[in-house]
C-alpha cells in the first residue's frame, strides 16, 4: 500500500507521525511487523512463540516455549534456549526478553535504524526507577553472554541500561482480536506516535502483524494520535500513570478540562474507595484464575456498596468486569449476563468514539445472549459489535468475520422462524 503516514517534528511533543492525505473513519493507515517480539511470560505455555496463535496441538520445543511448527522459529530459538536452560527455574522478564531478541537481530542484521532514536528517559527517572533498570540489564547481561560478548557488537552509545530503558518506554503490548495480552514488541515506526486521551488513531494485531486505523475523519497533514492508556481511568490517575511509564504530562482537552470525571467518581466517595482499594487484589486473583474467590468477593463488595456507588462510577464497573469474568470461566452463563448488560452503558459512555474494547464488550454479552437463546438481542447485540469491529479492526479481521459469520447465522435463523409462522 503507498505510504499514508510520515515523521515530522510535532510542536512540544518532539518527534510524531501524520497523514500525509486525509483519511476516512475506518481507513487502514499503516500495517507492520516488529523488528523484534516474544510472548508475555504469562502466556508461555498457551501461545505459539512463533505466530503468537494459540491452540491445543502447539509442541513442547523446550521447557519453557511451544511451537506450531518449530523448524520455522529454530535460528531464533536457538539462541534463547542457551540462556532459558542456564537460568532455569527464574524466567527472565518480558523487557529482559524482548531486549535480547533485539540484540540478536541487531548483531545478525547489522540494522541500526532507530535504535538509538528512540527516548530512554533515562534522565527523567527516579533513582529507584534506575535501580531497577540496572537489575534487569544484569538479567540481560547474562542472557546474551554467548551471543554478544562485549557490547562493541552493537551501536556505539547502546549500553544494556539504555537500551532496556528505550524497551520499556517504546515497546507495545501486542493483544489478540478480544484485547487479551500476548506478547509484546518493539514497532519502531510506531513508536513515533504521540499519545492523546481521545485520540484519532487505533492500533490492532492480527498475530504480530500491527494495523493502525483511523477512528475518525482525518485531514492531511493532521498528527496521529493513540491512547497510551486505558479511558477508564480518571483524570488523575491517567496522568500519574503516564507520567511514570512515558515521563511526561498529559494537556490533552480530555485531561485540561477532566470532563469525565464526575461520573467516573459518581457516588458515594468512601464507598467507592473501598471499591478502589479492592480491585488490586482482586486482579492479583485475576491472574491466578482464583474464580470462585473473585465472584464471592465481587458479589460481596458490589452488595455492600453498589446502592451508593452507580455502576459508571470505573471502580464499580472495574468489579463488574471482574464478576462477569469469573461468571464466564465458572459456566454461570446467566449470572454472567446479568453482570455484562450492566457494564454496556458505562462502556458506551466512556468509549463513544469507535473503539475495540467497546466491540468485544458487546460481543461478549452477544455471545452470552446466544448461548441462553435470546437471539433478538444477540442479534442487535451482534450488531452493534460489528459497526464498531468494521472500522476498529478492520473488515478482513478474523474477530470481524467471525462476527459477521454469526449475524448471518442469527439472519438466516430468524427467517426460517418467521417462514414457519407463516405456514
Excluded at 144 to 154: G, H, T
Excluded at 176 to 186: A, F, N, R, T, Y
Excluded at 393 to 416: I, K, P, V, Y
Aim: glycine letters at 6%; proline letters at 4%.
Amino acid at each position: 500500500m503507498a505510504l499514508r503516514v510520515e515523521r515530522f517534528i510535532a510542536r512540544g511533543k518532539g518527534n510524531g507521525l501524520r497523514a500525509v492525505g486525509s483519511a476516512a473513519t475506518g481507513e487502514l493507515l499503516y500495517t507492520g511487523s516488529p523488528l523484534a517480539c516474544c510472548v508475555s511470560k504469562n502466556c508461555l505455555s498457551s501461545a505459539c512463540h512463533n505466530c503468537f496463535a494459540s491452540g491445543s496441538w502447539l509442541l513442547w520445543s523446550c521447557s519453557l516455549m511451544r511451537y506450531f511448527i518449530q523448524k520455522q522459529a529454530w535460528l531464533e530459538h536457538k539462541r534463547e534456549c542457551k540462556y532459558f536452560k542456564s537460568l532455569q527455574p527464574r524466567v527472565p522478564p518480558d523487557s529482559v526478553r524482548l531486549a535480547a531478541r533485539i540484540i540478536f537481530t541487531l548483531v545478525s542484521s547489522q540494522d541500526l535504524y532507530s535504535i538509538m532514536q528512540h527516548e530512554s528517559h533515562l534522565e527523567d527517572m527516579s533513582k529507584e526507577k534506575t535501580e531497577g533498570l540496572a537489575q534487569l540489564a544484569s538479567i540481560l547481561q547474562l542472557c546474551v553472554a554467548e551471543e554478544a560478548r562485549d557490547w562493541s557488537l552493537l551501536p556505539p552509545g547502546l549500553d544494556p541500561i539504555g537500551l532496556i530503558a528505550r524497551v520499556t518506554c517504546n515497546c507495545f503490548t501486542i493483544s489478540d482480536g478480544e484485547l487479551q495480552e500476548i506478547g509484546v514488541g518493539l514497532y519502531p515506526s510506531m513508536s513515533l506516535l504521540n499519545h492523546n486521551c481521545r485520540p484519532n488513531c487505533v492500533m490492532l494485531f492480527e498475530g504480530k502483524t500491527i494495523y493502525l486505523r483511523a477512528i475518525r475523519d482525518i485531514q492531511a497533514q493532521e498528527e496521529l494520535t493513540i491512547s497510551y492508556t486505558d479511558a477508564l481511568f480518571p483524570r488523575a490517575e491517567r496522568c500519574r500513570r503516564l507520567q511514570e511509564q512515558y515521563h511526561f504530562l498529559c494537556v490533552c482537552q480530555h485531561c485540561s478540562t477532566a470532563e469525565q470525571d464526575a461520573d467516573m467518581l459518581a457516588g458515594d466517595e468512601e464507598a467507592w474507595i473501598s471499591l478502589k482499594d479492592a480491585v488490586p487484589r482482586l486482579e492479583s486473583l485475576q491472574l491466578e484464575q482464583k474464580w470462585d474467590q473473585i465472584l464471592t468477593e465481587c458479589q460481596a463488595l458490589v452488595g455492600r456498596h453498589g446502592g451508593a456507588v452507580p455502576d459508571r462510577n470505573v471502580y464499580l464497573l472495574r468489579l463488574l468486569d471482574l464478576a462477569l469474568d469469573a461468571c464466564i470461566s465458572l459456566g454461570q452463563f446467566e449470572r454472567a449476563l446479568l453482570w455484562g448488560r450492566r457494564t454496556l452503558e458505562p462502556y458506551e459512555l466512556y468509549y463513544s468514539d469507535p473503539h475495540p474494547a467497546r466491540a468485544v464488550q458487546l460481543m461478549r454479552v452477544g455471545k452470552l445472549q446466544r448461548c441462553l437463546g435470546r437471539v433478538d438481542e444477540a442479534l442487535e447485540t451482534f450488531r452493534q459489535a460489528y459497526d464498531i469491529m468494521k472500522v476498529t479492526h478492520g473488515s478482513d479481521h478474523t474477530l470481524t468475520n467471525e462476527l459477521r459469520g454469526s449475524l448471518e447465522e442469527f439472519r438466516a435463523e430468524l427467517n426460517c422462524t418467521a417462514a414457519r409462522k407463516r405456514r
